[in-house]
């Protein structure tokens, strides 16, 4: 047991196989990933990525995991004010959606009749003019209106919308 370079591959090996069993998970990207980070592409931009595009966005997510990863590793996620009102935020958001799903049509059919009013929409009138530039042609206009000819292709031409 005087030989230093026995201790030195021992110890050496023993803190490699350590390190080996603390080692961080690997990063998976795989088809589900991939579907993910291209359905909410599609769902931002309206259209499909392209090959490039894809490769791009996966590439920044990898990098974003690698950011969240290292930062729960250094316990950022603790005491963080904003983080906490997101973690709150988040799970109003499911509790709303577990309500929803109670809710029934027979439900959002009451509350319609109850709240009518808010739906609703006020009595709406325009008006429309037809220029004729002496009263001479209010006859005629009049007798091609009765006739069901076209307002619009009526009168005198002006400037006003």
């Known amino acids: ?15 490699f196989a350590a390190d080996q069993l ?10 589900v ?6 359905t909410l592409w599609e769902t931002q931009m309206g259209a499909k990525p392209s090959a490039d595009e894809l490769d791009s966005l996966v590439r920044d997510w ?12 250094l316990g ?9 009102r997101r973690l ?5 958001f499911l509790a709303r959606e577990v309500d929803e799903e109670s809710i029934t049509a027979e439900d959002v059919q009451t509350y319609y009749q109850e709240n009518i009013a808010d739906y609703t929409l006020q009595v709406r009138y325009s008006l429309s ?33």
Not at 1 to 15: C, D, H, N, S, Y
Not at 62 to 73: D, G, H, P, S
Not at 76 to 84: A, K, Q, S, W
Not at 88 to 92: E, M, N, S, Y
Request: proline share 3%; hydrophobic share 40%.
């Open 1 to 15: 047991m005087k030989e230093p370079l026995l201790w030195f591959v021992l110890i050496g090996a023993l803190l």
């Open 22 to 31: 603390r080692a961080p998970d690997t990063i998976v990207v795989n088809d």
């Open 33 to 38: 990933v991939k579907t993910q980070i291209a």
């Open 62 to 73: 990898v990098r974003e995991e690698v950011f969240y990863r290292e930062a729960l590793r």
């Open 76 to 84: 950022l996620d603790r005491e963080d004010t904003i983080i906490r």
């Open 88 to 92: 709150v935020q988040k799970l109003g």
């Open 129 to 161: 003019q037809v220029y004729f530039k002496n009263t001479d042609q209010y006859d005629s206009l009049m007798q091609r209106l009765a006739e069901g000819d076209n307002w619009k292709e009526l009168g005198d031409s002006s400037m006003l919308p």
